[in-house]
């Protein structure tokens, strides 16, 4: 088992590096499967606050109600979100919906319909947060995914 300081500097690089691969070299998409990458935290609150998020990003996830889930003040719980995954609780909630919205829209659904099961107010703020994190709007990557798995699918 590697000591606790490799396992967090190996997981902030993952972050880092999944998070930014698409935003410095324009949108590739990528029709395989995505790796999930499974966290191994050594704080059980922080795990309820994680889980939480991934069981349901459409829901109310303000740093006070994950915070009372983890039975942790507000302050503890940024704390520990920062020192643990190297973000704010915000951004790793938004990641999340991100990711929820990609696969929404991986599975045909329209932008409004992927932005309401991502938990986001409205199509605008998921282009909005698309564009800003993924470099492409919604509905652009959603053709684009279509036409990569069509072209694939054909041959």
Excluded at 98 to 109: H, K, Q, S
């Amino acid at each position: 088992m590697y000591p606790v300081w490799a396992r967090r500097r190996n997981h902030l690089w993952l972050i880092r590096h999944l998070s930014h691969r698409n935003r410095h070299n324009g949108f590739v998409p990528d029709p395989a499967p995505r790796t999930v990458v499974i966290v191994v935290f050594d704080g059980v609150k922080l795990r309820a606050a994680t889980d939480a998020i991934a069981a349901d990003p459409a829901a109310d996830h303000s740093v006070k109600s994950l915070a009372a889930r983890a039975s942790l003040s507000t302050r503890q719980l940024t704390r520990l979100f920062q020192s643990e995954l190297g973000q704010t609780p915000a951004h790793y909630v938004e990641m999340v919906r991100v990711d929820a919205a990609r696969a929404a829209l991986d599975a045909g659904r329209s932008v409004s319909d992927a932005a309401q099961r991502a938990g986001f107010g409205s199509a605008e703020t998921l282009r909005r947060v698309f564009v800003n994190r993924l470099g492409v709007s919604p509905r652009a990557y959603r053709d684009r995914f279509r036409t990569t798995s069509a072209a694939t699918t054909a041959r």
